[in-house]
């Protein structure tokens, strides 16, 4: 620490070469800290994924339902544990800009099916009771306001009423569920399949996918072919998956996210690595008569050498605190696309391990310059 100001003032020697320097480095892990955000907020979903649970849906495509009668088929196979369906409902509250994730589901199935997903008995009871009640998720319930009693008007994209053909579908909160460990997984709202299938215009006696949990996990690769294998050649044939392979599946379909972000942040860090390599070296250029001196008074060619690094870490440890910071700040505001308010510390550490791999990589050769520095030389100006 007794170097400090040396180290700040050498650092601060061209100001305006530094303040740019500065801020090349802290856009590049705002950009950083950003991106490997989403990328692991993203794939913290499918790290999550349940092993015991395996979801059917059609082969062709997810968005073509399923028969309600494969229910019972599927309860029958051997291994089944226990069987749940929802549909993808499509809707948004007031203005298309508020989307809201919504699923018509047997309450008592689908609650059994996610134990992680918790709800008061009570209020499990009352939305059974009540055709037109729906549960809603703690971050929904949050994000609008929204109070237990409430009636709500869903927009649905999809789905027409048959009494009125209108879209848009009213139902009134009978409670909430959460998951304290995920609460990206409660920003939805869940209402009964029953009274869903019988106001709907069309597509009756359909749901859009099963959710299957298995009596040992070990055996999905045998069950879910045993399930295909069932209605193979059927008019609705199925696709079944574990769920960490659907929500793998699904990510695929906006293409290999992770390769681009990381494609981005390289090309990012290898200008970075350029730029703030040159102006080590140019700087250490411009300081070899003070290096000398330096010399000359005592010091070391490792304490020059680790001066010229310390220097670089500085520098770069500095921007990088400032970058991420910023990600941290602006990273709330994605919330409502992948359901995570605050940066994970995992990025936040990676990008402190990255920023001090960048500095001694581009503080290494000018560090070596000053350490072989010939006194007499130096200040002869050879």
């Known amino acids: 620490m007794k170097y400090l100001p040396l180290l700040w003032a050498a650092l601060w020697r061209k100001k305006a070469r530094t303040i740019f320097t500065l801020f090349s480095i802290i856009v590049a892990f705002l950009l950083f800290g950003m991106l490997q955000g989403v990328n692991s907020a993203i794939h913290r979903g499918i790290d999550m994924s349940n092993v015991n649970r395996l979801n059917v849906f059609n082969r062709y495509t997810f968005t073509e339902p399923l028969p309600f009668a494969y229910l019972t088929q599927l309860e029958a196979v051997t291994g089944v544990d226990a069987v749940a369906y929802a549909t993808w409902f499509g809707s948004y509250y007031q203005d298309p800009k508020n989307f809201v994730f919504s699923f018509p589901v047997d309450p008592q199935r689908y609650f059994d099916m996610y134990p992680e997903l918790k709800v008061d008995k009570a209020q499990l009871e009352a939305l059974e009771h009540t055709r037109d009640g729906a549960l809603v998720g703690f971050e929904a319930m ?10 709500i008007p869903l927009n649905s994209m999809i789905w027409t009423k ?10 009134e909160i ?15 709202v869940l209402f009964n399949h029953d009274y869903f299938d019988e106001a709907r215009a069309f597509g009756k006696g359909t749901v859009g996918w099963y959710v299957v949990r298995l009596k040992d996990p070990t055996h999905a690769a045998t069950v ?8 193979a050649n059927s008019a609705n044939e199925t696709k079944t998956q574990t769920e960490k392979e659907s929500a793998q599946g699904f990510i695929k379909q906006f293409g290999d ?7 981005i942040i390289g090309a990012v860090f290898f200008t970075l690595l350029f730029l703030t390599g040159n102006t080590m070296m140019q700087s250490v250029r411009e300081r070899v008569p003070e290096l000398a001196v330096l010399k000359t008074l005592g010091f070391t060619d490792n304490t020059v050498f680790g001066l010229v690094v310390a220097e670089s870490l500085l520098l770069c440890v500095l921007a990088a605190a400032l970058g991420l910071g910023l990600a941290q700040l602006l990273f709330p505001a994605l919330k409502n696309f992948i359901g995570v308010a605050t940066l994970p510390p995992r990025v936040t550490a990676a990008g402190f391990g990255m920023a001090i791999l960048l500095a001694l990589v581009i503080g290494a050769i000018p560090a070596l310059r000053a350490q072989r520095l010939n006194i007499v030389d130096a200040l002869a100006g050879r």
């Not at 879910?224 to 209605?231: E, G, N, Q, V």
């Not at 996210?257 to 494609?263: C, E, L, R, T």
């Open 162 to 171: 048959s009494s009125d053909g209108n879209s848009v579908w009213n139902f």
């Open 174 to 188: 009978m409670g909430i569920f959460d998951n304290s460990a995920d609460r990206s997984q409660t920003n939805s």
């Open 257 to 263: 996210i992770g390769f681009m972000m990381n494609a």
């Open 224 to 231: 879910a072919a045993t399930i295909d294998k069932m209605f």
């Open 142 to 151: 949050q994000k609008y306001g929204w109070k237990i009693g409430d009636r």
